[in-house]
């Protein structure tokens, strides 16, 4: 098994488009944090906002970039033939996935270690000067807040479901264009639905199933009541989702012809 | 010795092979099966959605009263409609006499006062007014005013005082003309007059009674030649839109307009010859209770309390939104048909067939983006125009009033939401020529278009500074074209891509899609000729 995650490991690593890629979701992720945290501002009598779910916006931007790092781990292997070659050193199919799984989850944990740490340093450093402030009734943003640490250290596992979301989904579509198509569906559709369904129980239950919407709530910090999950609760919707996408693709894989 | 004959193909040397450069890739197109069946995914996933959304958004209201505790469940009601067709408010009191045939009333207003509710409510049916801070809304409206009839809804001509919008006439609820700036008080009177003639009713302001400034000319249908006419006031609720990421919802309440009136001139003939009041009042409006409202006359001088507002009405639930939410799951997958429309070429080594058979690059990205944008458009008009009347239909069923949507709106929405489609697959196709990998690409398109949306369109996930940014310059600009009521400078309300209004107007935000899509072009074509296959 170590060689196989070994191998995996060099596959990533010897891509050119994978360093750069992650790259970028750190400086977005980033870079769309401190925009969102720059343009909001807390009046005198108070707002309803939540700053670290605010110095977290980036988050939304950073899934999409993890998302096509683990679609190409899989699909760039059949598209360009290299799965026969893996599947012949490795016949049995499910250490390959696990293997994938292992180095691609690794590889988004450090990003989205640096970037959601670099989002957070930038939103401690503006939100005081835009109102959220002592006398506003806020916090400095600091990981010293044990639900501040939460929606650090969720956003990253956050980011690491979504990739293997995202992996299991391109293993069973294995077509790379029709993969991030699914995934990017299914992450962006629920929120869209949830927001014209009027019905309260469909209203609810899409954002219930959400694995965005859901899997997000764990970077709420106020206002926990109002939501219709708890934080943790929400996360296990998304790797519920993932767990399943895994699933579906090693038996797939497993059962398929390569 | 034998003498080789050269080969002469049967088939015509023309200069310009560009129909047959079409006709191969419409071939491409539908020989390959993967794309016919995800353009047909996109077409059902708009229809259904929208199905599905139409069918699980209920509306319903029950009138629970001490009497009646468990009333029955009916659907909600529609806003009353004005001359024009569109939902409207049209809540106020109503200090009137008829007046029959032509003539004219003139008053002078010398103050607007007013309450309002900061906490959503109203304290007692006995005492509304109690607890209520003072100030005037900016758009609270008092003056005089000829209607047609005591209905809300039916068309009126009004001259006003206003909170801070200086004198106004206004008529038919969308129709508003400027006069006179400046705030109403003792010190500097306001003096309206409505003269009507036939069917024609003319406007005038004065700020001493003598010299008179013609403000606008209304032209009411159905005048009857007995119109009720007179003094009114009347005031939107208060409002904070919150700027929040968590809200993003309004808070606020009913609030009063207090008017006063004096040197009432009365021009024609006004047989009651003594002031009636009423407050005209409906439950789609945010207005205080009838005991709140009311007039009072003394000597020559009238003071008119009243609350609601004589308006569009803004607070649309927009049933066209609801219908098209499909539309993202179709621009998805016709995103993705648009990449790989290109990136299949790259990864078969087809492109290299292709460019041989046709070494003029240009020619061929073109012909690919016009059979491309020519078969998602044509998919796309059919889903939509299924999708709509089947999504009101549903709505309806569910107890939904529809918003009302004239005919030239309504194809603007339909054909304009068919070339949303069709472009975004063209900017597909561009990015994937210039980037040849399917998941860089598909990402790109699908983050520039519905990520922008999303986060603009769902309140609380952005402040609004950045909500009208996005929606603004990002290629999500073009859901501009599905809005369908128009914004009103006259009204106060909630103007932001959450609930349906788009800072840009519908055809201009579809350009910055264009804009985008034909950046991404010539973008492609410079890549396409430059570097080898």
């Not at chain 1, 899989?74 to 290299?82: I, P």
């Not at chain 2, 003071?303 to 927009?318: E, F, K, L, Q, Y």
């Not at chain 2, 290109?342 to 690919?368: C, F, N």
């Not at chain 2, 125009?385 to 089947?390: E, N, R």
Request: glycine share 12%; aromatic share 8%; hydrophobic share 50%.
């Amino acid at each position: 098994m170590t060689n196989v995650v070994h191998a995996e490991w060099t596959k990533l690593r010897t891509l050119p488009g994978t360093g750069w890629l992650l790259l970028a979701a750190v400086a977005l992720t980033a870079a769309v944090g401190a925009l969102a945290t720059n343009s909001v501002t807390c009046p005198a009598g108070g707002c309803q906002l939540d700053p670290a779910k605010v110095s977290l916006t980036g988050v939304d931007l950073g899934q999409a970039i993890v998302a096509i790092v683990a679609v190409t781990v899989v699909s760039g292997e059949y598209s360009t033939g290299m799965i026969r070659l893996t599947l012949a050193a490795t016949p049995r199919r499910w250490r390959v996935l696990a293997a994938k799984a292992a180095v691609v989850g690794a590889a988004t944990l450090a990003t989205g270690a640096v970037a959601v740490l670099a989002s957070v340093l930038a939103g401690g450093l503006l939100l005081g000067r835009h109102g959220f402030t002592a006398a506003h009734g806020y916090e400095a943003l600091s990981l010293g807040n044990g639900s501040v640490l939460r929606a650090a250290a969720g956003s990253v596992l956050y980011l690491a479901l979504i990739a293997l979301f995202s992996l299991g989904v391109a293993a069973a579509v294995r077509d790379s264009a029709v993969a991030i198509g699914v995934v990017l569906a299914l992450l962006f559709l629920f929120p869209i639905l949830s927001s014209v369904i009027t019905s309260p129980g469909w209203h609810r239950h899409l954002e219930q199933l959400s694995p965005m919407t859901a899997g997000l709530y764990i970077q709420a910090t106020t206002n926990l009541r109002s939501l219709p999950l708890t934080p943790w609760q929400g996360l296990g919707v998304l790797a519920a989702w993932a767990a399943g996408a895994m699933l579906a693709g090693a038996l797939l894989l497993r059962f398929r012809d390569a | 010795m034998s003498v080789m004959t050269p080969y002469h193909s049967e088939m015509h040397v023309r200069r310009d092979g560009f129909a047959q450069l079409l006709r191969a890739e419409w071939t491409k197109f539908r020989t390959v099966r993967g794309w016919v069946i995800g353009m047909l995914v996109a077409a059902f996933l708009i229809v259904g959605l929208g199905a599905l959304t139409g069918a699980n958004s209920e509306c319903s209201v029950a009138d629970v009263t001490p009497q009646n505790p468990n009333p029955p469940i009916q659907a909600c009601p529609a806003p009353p409609s004005g001359p024009g067709g569109e939902w409207v408010s049209d809540s106020f009191y109503f200090v009137r006499q008829p007046l029959v045939g032509d003539g004219s009333i003139t008053v002078r207003v010398t103050s607007l006062t007013g309450l309002y509710s900061t906490h959503g409510g109203f304290a007692s049916d006995q005492n509304p007014t109690a607890g209520m801070t003072p100030g005037v809304q900016p758009w609270a409206k008092a003056g005089i005013i000829i209607k047609t009839s005591t209905h809300r809804g039916s068309a009126y001509a009004a001259m006003m005082v206003t909170g801070s919008h200086g004198v106004r006439m206004q008529w038919d609820f969308t129709h508003d003309v400027a006069g006179m700036a400046g705030q109403v008080s003792a010190a500097s009177p306001r003096w309206l007059r409505l003269t009507r003639f036939g069917d024609t009713i003319t406007g005038y302001d004065s700020a001493d009674g003598a010299h008179w400034t013609k403000v606008g000319t209304a032209t009411l249908a159905g005048l009857p030649s007995t119109a009720p006419s007179g003094l009114f006031a009347a005031t939107p609720g208060y409002s904070v839109n919150s700027t929040s990421l968590g809200g993003g919802s309004s808070t606020g309440g009913p609030a009063l307009a207090t008017a006063a009136f004096d040197r009432v001139g009365r021009v024609g003939r006004w047989p009651a010859g003594r002031w009636t009041g009423q407050e005209i009042q409906g439950t789609t409006d945010i207005a205080l209770p009838a005991s709140a409202q009311g007039f009072t006359q003394a000597g020559g001088r009238l003071t008119v309390s009243g609350s609601g507002d004589i308006a569009p009405s803004t607070d649309n639930v927009d049933s066209v939104k609801q219908a098209l939410a499909g539309t993202f799951a179709g621009l998805i997958a016709v995103v993705v048909i648009g990449v790989m429309f290109i990136t299949a070429e790259y990864r078969r080594g087809m492109i290299r067939t292709t460019l041989a058979a046709s070494p003029r690059r240009g020619r061929v990205l073109a012909a690919k983006a016009i059979v491309l944008a020519a078969v998602t458009f044509t998919a796309g008009l059919v889903a939509v125009a299924v999708t709509i009347p089947l999504g009101e239909r549903l709505l309806r069923q569910s107890g939904n009033p529809i918003y009302p949507v004239d005919a030239l709106t309504m194809t603007r929405i339909v054909v304009g939401t068919a070339a949303l489609l069709a472009v975004s697959a063209v900017l597909a196709l561009a990015v994937g020529t210039m980037l040849r990998r399917s998941a860089g690409a598909v990402t790109a398109v699908i983050v520039g278009i519905v990520l922008p949306y999303l986060l603009a369109r769902i309140p609380g996930v952005l402040p609004a500074g950045a909500e009208q940014w996005l929606v603004r310059v990002t290629p999500a600009a073009a859901f501009a074209i599905q809005q369908s009521a128009p914004q009103y400078a006259q009204v106060t309300a909630n103007y932001s891509p959450g609930t349906g209004y788009f800072p840009l107007a519908p055809w201009a935000g579809f350009a910055v899609l264009c804009a985008w899509a034909a950046a991404a072009l010539v973008l492609a074509l410079f890549l396409l000729r430059r570097r080898d296959a």
